[in-house]
């Protein structure tokens, strides 16, 4: 905390507020979600990979439905 406190001051000139970062955490909307969302998980450009024990699990059909 103090490295990024300090940080701050030198680069911004203003200290860091956990309240303030509180209060923007909080004023994220769904649907401000649902936008990021949309530009990081794009159609025909998702990547998926699995790492367990093998299974009847058609993965190709559970992202065509996401």
Request: charged share 25%.
């Amino acid at each position: 905390m103090m490295t990024a406190q300090g940080k701050l001051m030198l680069l911004a000139d203003k200290l860091y507020s956990v309240d303030q970062r509180i209060a923007e955490a909080d004023a994220v909307t769904r649907k401000d979600v649902e936008a990021f969302l949309r530009t990081l998980f794009v159609p025909g450009s998702v990547c998926a990979a699995y790492v367990g024990k093998a299974n009847d699990t058609d993965i190709m059909e559970i992202l065509r439905r996401a």
